[in-house]
């Protein structure tokens, strides 16, 4: 569900009341998909206590309804509360995803504790302002976590549209496929997506619900301007 930064607590409300409203209709309509949330959305730079009444709302309805939930990172300064909080939600007993960024120094280290606690992580390069912006490293830090992620047996995700991470991801952990979730934007690399699911990978789309779609549309074509800066092509 597009949406962050919420201003004030009636705006939060009414994104606890779309994200209810989308879960019920992915119940409806027997999708499989799940619900991914920003914590500054529900409220976590206005009232951090509010916010996480509206998460354990949020994930109990997905959860009494076989429907995931995933809680996205966003700037370095939302990590700590929102790895809290994705904590708070195992140990309250429901499955809960929540995506961490290679370009942050903290995150191998918060790979480890994640997967010790039973959360489930989503690998991502990171696209807000991280400890490094160097695209080389941060790619090699990226393939470092997924190799540190694949223990043989947890479910994880990458999210990336990066064609020289998702080569190397086919070439070299096609016999881990199964427990690996590709998941790209909508819009992008459609015949990509189409070829890994071909060869037995499984593969999610990130479907932008909403009229916020700003910020969203913004880190899409930055990254894209990126690729194009460095003479690469986006994937196909």
Known sequence: MLGEYAADESTTFTALEQNIALIRTIEQFRLQAAISVKLSELGALINRDLCREHVLTLISEAASRNIGFEIDMEGAGM????LQTARFCRKQGYPVTVTIQAYLDRTPADLSHLQKDGVR???????YRGDRDGYEEIKERLKRCIVRANDGS???SVGTQDPEIVGWIQESLQEERHHIHLGFLMGLADKTKEACAGRGWNVWEYVPIGTDAGPYITRRE???EELRGMGKEPLP
């Open 154 to 156: 947890t479910v994880f």
């Open 222 to 224: 930055r990254y894209l």
């Open 79 to 82: 990590v700590p509360f929102t």
């Open 121 to 127: 992580v989503r690998l991502v390069k990171g696209a």
